[in-house]
C-alpha cells in the first residue's frame, strides 16, 4: 500500500523557517522524482519544488526560489523541504508528491501518480 505521510508544518512568524519531511512507503522511493506542491484556501494547487529521481536535480517556482531547498534521502524513503524567510503568502496546505516511475521530473500536478494528505503551514504577520 502507497503512503506519502507529510510531517513538519505549523504555526511561525513571518522570516521564520519550517523544514517540511514526508515519508514514503510501499513504492521504490529512489526511482520516483519527488515533488511539493502547496493550495492556499481558494486557490488552486500550485507546484513549489521538485527533485529528480536519478540525479537530484532540483527545480522551484520563481515565488520559493531562494528561499526554499528541496532534498531526499533515499536511504530513509524521505524527501525533504526546508523553507527559509517565510511570507504570509506562503500559508496554504503543503503536499508532497510522487511522480511516474523513473519519469523526468515536472512542474504540474497531472504528472504524479501519488499524493499525502497534506501539511498546514501557517505564516503569520
Do not use: H
Not at 500500500?1 to 522570516?15: K, R
Not at 532540483?58 to 534521502?73: H, P
Amino acid at each position: 500500500q502507497v503512503q506519502l505521510v507529510e510531517s513538519g508544518g505549523g504555526l511561525v512568524q513571518a522570516g521564520g523557517s519550517l523544514r517540511l519531511s514526508c515519508a514514503a512507503s510501499g513504492f521504490t522511493f529512489s526511482s520516483y522524482a519527488m515533488g511539493w506542491f502547496r493550495q492556499a484556501p481558494g486557490k488552486e494547487r500550485e507546484f513549489v519544488a521538485v527533485i529528480n529521481w536519478r540525479y537530484g536535480t532540483t527545480n522551484y517556482a520563481d515565488s520559493v526560489k531562494g528561499r526554499y531547498t528541496i532534498s531526499r534521502d533515499n536511504a530513509k524513503n524521505t524527501v525533504y523541504l526546508q523553507m527559509n524567510s517565510l511570507k504570509p503568502e506562503d500559508t496554504a496546505v503543503y503536499y508532497c508528491a510522487a511522480g511516474y516511475k523513473y519519469r523526468d521530473s515536472s512542474d504540474y500536478a497531472r504528472d504524479y501518480v501519488y499524493w499525502g494528505q497534506g501539511t498546514q503551514v501557517t505564516v503569520s504577520s
